[in-house]
Each structure stands twice: as structure tokens, then as C-alpha cells.
């Protein structure tokens, strides 16, 4: 039973705009979120985390946001640039990841 | 970059042969993972470990097996390869801090012809 979801398997955007990657999860007791973002032939690199005390973390062009009572959580990237376009996991802290979702950004 | 390597980094094996793949880490963490990366799937745990000798099974473990003898190296062996084993493979080490970020290797791309 997957615990953390991805439903979007791409996302397209242009250069300059905003990217919005979200994820769902089913377990209430997670401590942490994660997300990584993956290059071809490389392996995965982490990106940014979230407590679940926590509703924001920010880090430079990269927002994460919590939302507990629906147990969704969301990847802002403002603004977007072609180097990120990659596919993005979103985990939490017992290591299952997301199917996973590719962004592509749009010069 | 975090120290961490697995070998091989390609492979191709007949079906019904064994095939071990190793990581290996020099940053000491005490867990290290095993995945595998599937289109549709993303990364899927096979298994884990929290130290040596203690692993324990992940989503997908049937039809491999871990040993972790040393803290350093992580093996995963297909003891009976097949097919549906194709795929690439990852390592992933972590301190379980906070947050419990993971770094990974680069991968071991596998094919079962």
C-alpha cells in the first residue's frame, strides 16, 4: 500500500513561471517530508524537507508547503528555469517515495 | 558529494543466474537502502538496513536478498535472476538525522536477458 502518492506523472511550464508539483500521503505519524530531484543517469539529490510542526519551508526559489488536514503537501519552484526541468520525488521520513513526477521547463 | 559507490554500474546477466550488486559508503551512516527505478514506479524500497547484520524488507523484496557483514558495504543479491528484475538500481545512505536526508549512488543499470 503506497503511503506517499504522486498522481501527476509530468508537469509542463514555461521559463519565468511558477511550477507547482504536489504529493499525497496516508499516515499521519510521518515526522518529515522530503523532496529530491532526480537528473537522467544520476542518482537521485535531496531538494528540500518539511517538518509536520511546520506549514512552510522555504529555501531560496524553493517553497515547500504542508497541508496536515488533507495530508497533501506541495512544491513551489518560482521562478522556474530550464535546468529544472528533472523528475521530482516527494518521501517521507520511512524512506517510500512517490511515483515520482517530471517537470519540464520551457525556455 | 557524499561517499558512495556501487558496482557495477552496468550489467547484463542470463535469467536464472545470481547477480550481487554491492554499495559501498565511506560516511559511516548507519542505514543504508537498496531500491529499484521503474517507469511508472519511481523508486521503490527493496530493502534496508540499521546496521550491521539488522536489515528488514521494504515494498518490493521478493526474489532478493541483503547482507550487510561491514557498516561500509551493502550487497543485494538476485538469487535467481529474472526478467522482471530489469531495471536500475540504487543505493541510498542516510543518519536518520532531522531531517533524515538520504544521499544515493549512482546507480546500477541491470538488464536479465
Known amino acids: 500500500d503506497q503511503q506517499v502518492k504522486q498522481n501527476s506523472p509530468s508537469l509542463s511550464v514555461q521559463e519565468g513561471r511558477i511550477s507547482i508539483l504536489n504529493c499525497d500521503y496516508t499516515?499521519?505519524?510521518?515526522?518529515?517530508f522530503l523532496w529530491y530531484k532526480k537528473y537522467p543517469a544520476e542518482g537521485p539529490t535531496f531538494l528540500i524537507s518539511i517538518s509536520s510542526i511546520k506549514d512552510k519551508n522555504e529555501d531560496g526559489r524553493f517553497t515547500v508547503f504542508l497541508n496536515k488536514s488533507a495530508k497533501h503537501l506541495s512544491l513551489h519552484i518560482v521562478p522556474s528555469q530550464p535546468g529544472d526541468s528533472a523528475v521530482y520525488f516527494c518521501a517521507a521520513d520511512d524512506m517510500r517515495f512517490g511515483a515520482g513526477t517530471r517537470l519540464t521547463v520551457k525556455p | 558529494d557524499a561517499g558512495i559507490t556501487q558496482s557495477p554500474r552496468h550489467k547484463v546477466t542470463e535469467t536464472g543466474t545470481p547477480v550481487t550488486l554491492r554499495c559501498h559508503q565511506t560516511e559511516n551512516h548507519r542505514y543504508m537502502y537498496w531500491y529499484r527505478q521503474d517507469p511508472g514506479h519511481g523508486l521503490r524500497l527493496i530493502h534496508y538496513?540499521?546496521?550491521?547484520?539488522?536489515?528488514d524488507k521494504g515494498e518490493v523484496s521478493d526474489g532478493y536478498s541483503v547482507s550487510r557483514s561491514k557498516t561500509e558495504d551493502f550487497l543485494l543479491t538476485l538469487e535467481s535472476a529474472t526478467s522482471s528484475q530489469t531495471s536500475v538500481y540504487f543505493c541510498a545512505i542516510s543518519r536518520r538525522g532531522a531531517p533524515p536526508e538520504a544521499f544515493f549512488g549512482q546507480g546500477t543499470r541491470l538488464t536479465v536477458v
Open positions: 538496513s540499521y546496521g550491521v547484520k539488522d536489515t
Open positions: 499516515n499521519s505519524m510521518f515526522d518529515y
